[in-house]
T-cell receptor, first 113, second 116 residues
């Protein structure tokens, strides 16, 4: 069975600095997709970034980028120039051809002024 | 705005009661997913429907049931409610069919259920 592990329950970062959130997963499939979602205090779930496993190039969305290491089954999220509005819970998610999206337990990020 | 609509936003009810949560997916999305999020916890997958048919089941209690209607809206029914059922219930939709696309989940704003 696929699993997603986020080993950092909580992290903090100073405003304008860079932080990396880690995510590892386990699967025997070769074709799958990975996502990072953000859940701010409003509790909405917001898609941050996505990565296709067959693409070697790491995805980037403005200040958000990923470091995708397929062999290591690692999918970390880097947030550059952290802003107060980045304070949120971040969830890593895995999706394969079996329809199910599997979420990690989340990392609570606090950006400090 | 994700385009996914969930009603009601808040629901307060007593133990032993039954409630129905409603979800309208984004226009064009055929898959609907239900998740439960207890306070400060992760997302627990409950069930998924695709074009009216159940496609995947997670940790859904027997007291819970769901369905997707021909107009693609979905309802999650929770019965014999217990205090531990208090949680935020999310509906999400996706265009994904056989999982061959990178279509992400688009989440509604959730229904916050409080059982007293």
């Amino acid at each position: 069975a696929q699993t997603v592990t986020q080993s950092q329950p909580e992290m903090s970062v100073q405003e304008a600095e860079t932080v990396t959130l880690s995510c590892t997963y386990d699967t025997s499939e070769s074709n799958y997709y990975l996502f990072w979602y953000k859940q701010p205090p409003s509790r909405q779930m917001i898609l941050v970034i996505r990565q296709e496993a067959y693409k070697q190039q790491n995805a980037t969305e403005n200040r958000f980028s990923v470091n995708f290491q397929k062999a290591a089954k690692s999918f970390s999220l880097k947030i550059s120039d952290s802003q107060l509005g980045d304070t949120a819970m971040y969830f890593c998610a895995f999706m394969s051809g079996t329809y199910k999206y599997i979420f990690g337990t989340g990392t609570r990020l606090k950006v400090l002024a | 705005d994700s385009g996914v609509t969930q009603t009601p936003k808040h629901l307060i009810t007593a133990t032993g009661q039954r409630v129905t949560l409603r979800c309208s997916p984004r226009s064009g999305d055929l898959s609907v997913y239900w998740y439960q999020q207890s306070l400060d916890q992760g997302l627990q997958f409950l069930i998924q429907y695709y074009n009216g048919e159940e496609r995947a089941k997670g940790n859904i209690l027997e007291r819970f049931s769901a369905q997707q209607f021909p107009d693609l809206h979905s309802e999650l029914n929770l019965s014999s409610l217990e205090l531990g059922d208090s949680a935020l219930y999310f509906c999400a939709s996706s265009v994904a069919t056989e999982g061959r696309s990178n279509s992400p989940l688009h989440f509604g704003n959730g229904t916050r259920l409080t059982v007293t």
